[in-house]
């Protein structure tokens, strides 16, 4: 709890102050208006700091790579549920692919990992309160894979009333009426957790030196071997203590953290921390070219040595809820990637758009359970048919929102090889093997109804009001 009330402290002199005190907020919304304009100033300069992966995947791969690997431990974050797409339970346990659950897809990829190489490279999960349980009754099926799992749990923070500043929680419970009252701080707990939990030390006791740590949601974001051989064996002779992948940004990618530099350091700006008045400039691709993908490579030994010197410092996304019965509360969050500029010699690489694949929506789902990728080892990969690298931009309206309403309008997944957009809104359904190439646009107007005929070809078409096939 003393954590929460240093984070607390922390807030209320910050820029979150804005949901405090209308007075602090004037003063802080100037002051912080000033950092920023400094941090926008470096945002040519930043580049200095970032590396092209094609130069690091350009120095290959040593012959001892097993013994390089040996040193890795696989960190998921696992604290989320699958209530945004209409599922209960953990978000990991969806079925995205073949049947296949995220989880299923991270123990496929690290046991091919640790098979072929001869390697012993373990998964950890970081679990919340609301995802432990129903985590840990799932493991037992992998308990005859080559991969040895771990989990442990981030913190529970109380939330706060918006008006009295007081917890809402009335004591540490979290069944019945307490349920709402608590939260997971965000995955930047996992420093506190993880050291807590005592892994950390046990890792470094078995000669572990670094944790890649990704969301178990992004199916792009597999062990990349040259990556950690260029943190084990850095062409300078100084290792990495951090490593962020980036990516390029684009119009879709328009709310994603972006590393600048500042004060000689590299840091992570979130669109939480920026003030409404510079959103649209945050949110600009042509000056803020990347993305934090959240794939993050980080030394064990310096977590350690950070920790007990209590010096990591990330600061404090203030967000604001409306619970289920109107109370307006206020969540203290973290993130991961904050840490940066607490590590040294910390490094961006911009890496290739394939190691950010997330599945946040149906719409996502959509593409990774399509014929544009192909399943091999627990890894996605584009198909080689596919004549541009680039993904097809896929909007589903609000009747394909959860995975079952989802999968009940499509008889089978279509054809999208040669898709570059598909809007679909209203009452759509897909019969089997339809095909999708160019722009497909297809609106059903209020108590409408579209089915599309089984084997229809839609080439660079839109689609409105009315079309039932009946049987007859």
């Not at 939480?272 to 945050?282: I, L, N, T, Y």
Request: include cysteine; proline fraction near 4%.
């Amino acid at each position: 709890m003393s954590r929460f009330v240093q984070d607390l402290s922390k807030a209320m002199s910050q820029d979150g102050a804005s949901q405090f005190q209308e007075v602090i907020r004037q003063e802080l919304e100037l002051s912080v208006k000033k950092e920023l304009e400094k941090i926008l100033t470096t945002a040519s300069s930043h580049e200095f700091e970032i590396q092209p992966y094609e130069k690091i995947k350009a120095r290959g791969l040593p012959d001892n790579i097993s013994s390089v690997l040996n040193k890795l431990v696989v960190v998921k974050l696992n604290g989320g549920l699958g209530t945004s797409m209409g599922c209960k339970g953990p978000k990991s346990l969806i079925g995205v692919r073949n049947e296949n659950t995220f989880l299923d897809l991270t123990v496929q990829q690290i046991e091919h990992l640790n098979k072929t190489y001869n390697t012993d490279v373990p998964l950890v999960l970081m679990n919340s309160f609301n995802t432990d349980e129903d985590t840990k009754k799932i493991l037992q099926k992998y308990n005859h894979c080559r991969v040895k799992i771990y989990t442990f749990n981030q913190s529970r923070y109380p939330r706060i009333n918006k008006e009295s500043l007081l917890p809402v929680a009335k004591d540490v419970s979290y069944s019945g009426e307490n349920t709402e009252a608590w939260y997971p701080p965000g995955h930047g707990d996992i420093y506190a957790s993880f050291y807590n939990s005592g892994l950390l030390d046990t890792f470094i006791g078995e000669g572990k030196e670094y944790i890649f740590v990704s969301n178990i949601d992004n199916l792009g974001a597999t062990v990349d071997l040259y990556i950690l051989n260029h943190l084990m064996n850095p062409p300078n002779g100084k290792r990495c203590e951090f490593v962020m992948e980036v990516t390029n940004k684009t119009r879709a990618d328009v709310k994603g953290g972006t590393l600048t530099q500042y004060e000689g350091k590299l840091r992570l700006v979130e669109i939480a921390q920026v003030p409404k008045a510079h959103v649209d400039e945050f949110k600009s691709v042509s000056k803020f070219k990347i993305f934090n993908t959240n794939n993050l490579w980080i030394s064990l030994a310096a977590v350690k040595r950070l920790q007990e010197q209590n010096a990591i410092d990330m600061e404090i996304i203030v967000n604001a809820k409306t619970l289920d019965g109107g109370l307006n509360v206020i969540q203290l969050e973290t993130a991961v990637g904050a840490a940066i500029k607490s590590f040294e010699n910390s490094l961006g690489i911009n890496v290739p758009r394939s190691r950010f694949l997330p599945v946040k929506t149906t719409s996502d789902l959509l593409l990774v359970m399509s014929n544009l990728y192909s399943l091999n080892a627990g890894s996605l990969t584009m198909s080689e048919k596919r004549e541009f690298p680039t993904v097809p931009l896929v909007k589903l309206g609000s009747s394909f929102t959860k995975v079952q309403d989802y999968l009940r309008r499509f008889e089978s997944i279509p054809d999208m090889l040669e898709l570059d957009h598909l809007t679909v809104s209203g009452d759509v359904t897909f019969g089997k093997n339809v095909s999708l190439k160019g722009t497909v646009i297809i609106i059903a107007n209020h108590g409408d109804r579209i089915d599309i005929p089984p084997g229809a070809v839609l080439e660079n078409k839109i689609v409105s009001g009315n079309l039932r096939i009946l049987d007859h």
